[in-house]
């Protein structure tokens, strides 16, 4: 149906009404527009009319992962009275096992675009003790005033434990003018980075390098990084 009504129209805008991943690989490459309405209740098709009409510009971010083989999901089954996942889930697991997503966790479009600068960290030597302060600045490219989701992660790459590759440690929902350009801030204290020893039973912190990403979705070409460095265990 999507393929039929594509060649009779080109300016083809294909909606979903849904609240999880759908697969779109068969066609997605062959339409210009893609919008998700989630489930929008009575009031869903006047929502619908008015980001269409341009009335209102959409500025939604994916709370997770499609990824292009539909064979990377869990299984779902609506009979099952329970279900086992493993350690990693979502954006996490897809992460590790470099899986290519046909739109990543955090990812979402508007009728105008934003350009990141590199993520600026005010100091990159910390203790435990200490606050990680980040601040990234963001510009509305474009010719329409919108909104956008400004995204921060955080890398274990140099950690002696099994960790994911990144996790989301902040995000900033800011409105933004065509030419204008914000400063996006963020505090993160360095005991959110723990991770909890079994051995020990308690939250401990690497002291190691750290990657930090800033971007408007958790894909790797959508980032800006950064590194800081946990270094002692503080007073």
């Known amino acids: 149906m999507i393929m039929a009504?594509?060649?009779?129209?080109p300016k083809l805008v294909v909606t979903f009404v849904g609240g999880s991943a759908i697969n779109m690989e068969a066609w997605r490459a062959d339409v210009p527009a893609i919008l998700y309405a989630w489930y929008a209740g009575m009031e869903g098709g006047n929502a619908l009319a008015r980001v269409i009409f341009g009335n209102v510009?959409?500025?939604g971010k994916l709370p997770f992962s499609i990824p292009e083989d539909e064979n990377e999901l869990p299984e779902f089954n609506r009979y099952a009275e329970r279900a086992s996942y493993g350690y990693y889930h979502g954006y996490t697991l897809f992460d590790k096992k470099g899986s290519q997503m046909s739109f990543p966790f955090g990812y979402g479009l508007s009728y105008t675009s934003f350009s990141y600068d590199a993520p600026v960290?005010?100091?990159t030597e910390l203790t435990v003790t200490d606050t990680l302060r980040v601040s990234v600045n963001v510009t509305n490219s474009g010719d329409v005033d919108g909104e956008e989701v400004v995204q921060?992660?955080?890398g274990f790459s140099h950690s002696a434990i099994d960790r994911p590759v990144k996790l989301l440690r902040g995000f900033h929902k800011?409105?933004?003018n065509p030419g204008e350009t914000v400063t996006v801030s963020f505090d993160l204290p360095a005991k959110e980075?723990?991770?909890y020893n079994p051995d020990s039973r308690s939250w401990e912190i690497e002291l190691m390098e750290y990657e930090l990403y800033t971007g408007s979705s958790?894909?790797?070409n959508n980032l800006q990084q950064a590194t800081f460095t946990i270094s002692s265990v503080g007073k």
């Open 174 to 176: 800011v409105y933004i």
């Open 218 to 220: 958790s894909a790797a």
């Open 5 to 9: 009504l594509k060649s009779e129209n």
């Open 193 to 195: 980075l723990a991770w």
């Open 121 to 123: 960290i005010q100091s």
């Open 57 to 59: 510009n959409p500025s």
């Open 152 to 154: 921060m992660y955080v």
